[in-house]
């Protein structure tokens, strides 16, 4: 039976960063994102989230939040998913990931149909993020996470005054982590196809795993693919699975990191993750989209998909100085181990919720 909505509730709020999170796009003191609540008529409620893109020119805030809320009077779940398909991608995770919930919730399952039903979850592993700044003083960050038992490190470039301070802080950090580790880089398209190659080249004597998004096009993501041993990912070029298609047959990349907010939620993400390996990434979400995005791993698992098993950008609830929920996914070491209970899990502390709303 197809679940009936008796309201929909939108929640706009923001989380505040420990420190500072510095990307080649700009700073950020703290993540704006809606919470959305989809009441059934029985009773359950389904949460998704909503998180703005907005830094790299995707939709507001309010443009998310106007959207949402237009969707009231929507009488069923399959009307629901029909009509959020108009919307801005924020805002179809939102109500894919809320209907996946609500789904779980109301047949008392892990997950739900489009995640796959799971009895047990298995732990997600998860990528150390560094924010970007000294070289010093990212070695000293890259250390805290190694301390805290992360294996894999993802640097952001991009935004230093010249290429040479780019590489020393790499360099920093290999030092710092030490031969073992996986270092990977993410200039969120920030070079020129010039400036990659030759940042790239410099950097693949210190055995960087990945590089994500060093330019902008895709034209400039295949000239400099043909020019460097590193692995690219793709992350702003890609959104749909025929462009993950069109982006492999180029040499664009070989790999998409995948943002569930970017993407319009788990069932493109899973789409595209069978057409190119991927991994998932955070958009600094809060817990709901973290929560959707492990489920979203172990779905790629149960179906095969390559890049299940690379570590994921899923741990940057580490990043913020507090929650919204009380009970959601968990960090032991560098394996983010989701919630018990039907659907995704998560549980709101509405307190902290009314502290933190917009």
Not at 174 to 200: C, F, H, M, Q, Y
Not at 324 to 341: K, N, R, T
């Amino acid at each position: 039976m197809v679940p009936r909505i008796a309201s929909i509730e939108v929640v706009p709020y923001a989380l505040p960063f420990r420190e500072p999170y510095v990307t080649a796009n700009g700073s950020l003191r703290h993540r704006e994102m809606a919470l959305l609540r989809l009441r059934s008529v029985d009773g359950p409620i389904g949460l998704g989230e909503a998180v703005p893109l907005s830094l790299r020119g995707g939709a507001t805030l309010e443009q998310v939040v106007g959207e949402l809320l237009g969707l009231e009077g929507v009488g069923d779940a399959d009307a629901l998913a029909g009509a959020a398909e108009r919307l801005s991608a924020p805002s179809r995770c939102a109500v894919a990931t809320a209907l996946t919930d609500l789904a779980g919730r109301l047949g008392e399952e892990r997950a739900a149909p489009g995640l796959r039903s799971v009895i047990a979850p298995g732990p997600v592993r998860c990528n150390a993020t560094l924010v970007a700044g000294e070289a010093d003083a990212v070695a000293a960050d890259a250390l805290r996470w190694a301390e805290a038992g992360f294996s894999a490190f993802k640097l952001k470039l991009g935004e230093g005054p010249d290429a040479k301070s780019e590489i020393a802080r790499v360099r920093a950090v290999r030092e710092a982590v030490g031969p073992e580790a996986s270092i990977r880089v993410d200039a969120n398209g920030a070079w020129d196809a010039r400036t990659a190659k030759r940042v790239l080249k410099r950097l693949e004597p210190l055995g960087v795993e990945l590089a994500e998004q060093p330019v902008a096009t895709p034209a400039a993501m295949a000239e400099v693919a043909s020019a460097t041993s590193i692995p690219l990912a793709a992350d702003e070029t890609l959104a749909t699975a025929e462009e993950a298609q069109r982006a492999r047959a180029a040499g664009q990349c070989s790999l998409a990191a995948l943002k569930l907010s970017k993407v319009g939620g788990p069932g493109t993400a899973l789409e595209i993750a069978a057409a190119i390996p991927s991994y998932m990434s955070s958009a600094l979400d809060g817990p709901v989209g973290i929560a959707a995005a492990a489920y979203t791993v172990q779905a790629m698992r149960d179906l095969g998909h390559d890049g299940a098993e690379l570590a994921h950008g899923l741990a940057t609830q580490r990043l913020f100085a507090t929650t919204i929920a009380g009970s959601q996914p968990v960090l032991h070491g560098d394996m983010l181990h989701l919630p018990d209970g039907p659907g995704l899990g998560v549980e709101i502390d509405e307190k902290a919720l009314a502290a933190h709303r917009l």
